[in-house]
């Protein structure tokens, strides 16, 4: 008789985390009721599982809804900088991009990504904030262009071309009013 996996292990060692590929093959062998319920008690302890199950249910299908309520969430982020010094700058800035990549982590769209990070460089360029080289907000620009042009690589050569153009605008400081 082969015990479950978790009878198996040793109770003293501490607990190791269990590979996609058995959680999958596992959950293949529920119910669907069982399944509900193992979804609702992930969403019930963290808020991250909850949001990315509500993404999941509700928006998936919404994808430019989703995208344009995002954008909205990055626009009051970004309304509420704290310029007082370069410190609260930097820090609400990095703010802002871990929501702005939260969002991306549950869509999983490559041209989703692209819009929403297009969107934040976009917007860190009009804020009047110095974006030198070799400073961290300057970095954390650079490290955006560069994950920009890694994922518009990625799309269809028409939408290549469409974000060719957003992009060149919003290079160190041309970006413009829209």
Same mark, same amino acid.
């Given at each position: ?10 109770? @003293? ?12 093959? *596992? ?14 008690q992930l969403a019930k302890y963290k808020k991250e599982n909850k949001e990315l199950l509500g993404y999941l249910? $509700? ?5 430019? /809804? ?10 009051? /982020? $970004?309304? /509420? ?6 410190? $609260? ?9 871990r929501t702005t990549n939260k969002y991306i982590r549950y869509s999983g769209r490559k041209r989703t990504e ?5 969107? $934040? ?10 974006l030198k080289p070799g400073t961290a907000l300057g970095n954390i620009f650079d490290g955006q262009m560069a ?8 799309? @269809? *050569?028409?939408?290549? @071309? ?14 413009? /009013?829209?």
């Amino acid at each position: 008789m082969v015990l479950p996996l978790w009878l198996s292990r040793n109770m @003293h060692e501490k607990m190791k985390t269990l590979s996609l590929n058995l959680l999958k093959k *596992e959950l293949a062998t529920r119910p669907p009721d069982e399944l509900a319920t193992l979804c609702l008690q992930l969403a019930k302890y963290k808020k991250e599982n909850k949001e990315l199950l509500g993404y999941l249910l $509700f928006d998936s299908n919404y994808e430019p /809804e989703y995208i344009a309520g995002v954008k909205k969430q990055i626009d009051g /982020e $970004f309304a /509420e900088i704290n310029r007082s010094t370069l410190y $609260f700058i930097k820090k609400s800035v990095r703010k802002t991009l871990r929501t702005t990549n939260k969002y991306i982590r549950y869509s999983g769209r490559k041209r989703t990504e692209a819009d929403l990070r297009i969107y $934040f460089c976009t917007l860190l360029g009009r804020q009047g904030i110095p974006l030198k080289p070799g400073t961290a907000l300057g970095n954390i620009f650079d490290g955006q262009m560069a994950k920009i042009g890694k994922v518009v690589s990625a799309l @269809h *050569e028409d939408l290549q @071309h469409d974000y060719a153009e957003e992009i060149r605008l919003i290079g160190r400081g041309s970006v413009k /009013e829209t």
